[in-house]
């Protein structure tokens, strides 16, 4: 069963859905103003890893990524995240473009980026800007229930109204007030008030008609409204790296349940960063690596993915080539074993049974239920691989050795993900080919079937007959 570290519980618990045999999850997606970086990706391979674990295990899972493209200041690492500019603005007017322009490329990348990491795609990616009406009506109730507060045009959240404020962070109104000296915003009751709506200067490029101005929604809001049009008031899990704890979270808990009066959500797992230079790898401070930097030294997206799996999420990596080098390695041996191990199934048949895949596949079961730990699951793997490159090398790899763990890792990838087999395309003439020498066969013309054979020969393939007229077309080897 798995447990998984929930920064809500502050422990590890034993995870439990809402819906029986169904899980919905919901993930904080790409500010789409900038490449996404290596970072961002540790982040949503965590919740693809969550994701695929779970349906492992059976259950039905319902993942909403959210792309934000409205609202997100760039001052969000300063108190509630509600001052300075629209980080999308700011680089539209950069680069002389249309916000529009600017959300639909990056978003693009991001797209393009998740797909070569072999990330499962999310069953929809809602867009911050088409939801707005779903923001106005959280907003607008929050007011009705005094939660929240309207001047001059912009509306707050009350943090005093919420008496379970910091429950995800730690950071309560006690603590709070302690901590930070505040630049204040003129309108705001209390310093730590959030933001949920902000008059629009006239000039602004994106702004919105709601009940209380030309303006547009604070940052932490979209997710409220997103996740309850897409999983319901209640759901299972919400994911996010570190940063997003607080204020992000801690203002979406506090929005949705003063909405809702319901829990919002049953376990939250973050994923501590990724640094670069003992800092946290982000677009605003530039130290960031893309993925095209990755590839132009040669590294390929599959090392990438290894890389981010030989740690546990809840521990920082500080990202240096040495250790991507053997990431590197670590995917050259798992590739080796695979083809290994589909040349033994090719060549042999029947033996002796050597290895005792099952315990494999427990210590494997073990590792990931416990706070889906990659590294010491990896161990497993790679303890497998040695104990079957050592028969290997004594020609002592059976064949039923190898189709177990062949089918042991076609098991355990649906986990991890990892794309290995160079799989060989045949190419479309060879097909023709052999639908042809199909023909020639059904019609008993021996003659051309053979002369047929040999083309394909010639090629450098060859051609198995199967039971029924089927066959099989292989590289010679
Ligand atoms: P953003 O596009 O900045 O809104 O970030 C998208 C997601 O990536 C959020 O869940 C962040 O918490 C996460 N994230 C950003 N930087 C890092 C990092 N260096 N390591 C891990 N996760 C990160
Ligand atoms: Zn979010």
Redesign the pocket.
Known sequence: MLTIYNTLAKKKETFQSIHTGKVGMY?????VYDF??I??L???ITADILRRYLEYCGYEVRLIKNI?DVG?LTDDSIAQGDSGDDKLVKKALKEKKTPQEIAKFYEDYFHKAEKEINILPAHYFPRATAHIPQMIKIITVLIEKKFAYEKNGNVFFDVTKFPDYGKLSGNTLKNLKIGARLEEHPDKKNPWDFALWLKAPKEHLMKFDSPWSIGYPGWHIECSAMSSEYLGDTFDIH??????IFPHHEAEISQSECFSGKKFVNYWVH?????ANGE????SKGN?FSLDDLWKKGYTPMELRLFMLSAHYRTQINFTWKVFNQAKSNFKKISDWVGNLEKTTEFKTGGKNNIIIEKYQKDFEKAMNDDLNTPLALSVLYALIAKTNKLLTQNQLSAIDAKNNLAFWNRINKILGLIVSKQKIIPTEIIEIAEKRKIAKEKNNFLLSDKLREEIEKFGYAIEDLKDNNYLIKEKI
């Open positions: 993930v904080c997606g790409p500010t996404l970086h970072g961002n540790r982040a949503y934000t997100h994911t996010g790296g570190e940063d997003n994923t501590r960063h990724l640094l946290k790898m982000s677009k960031f």
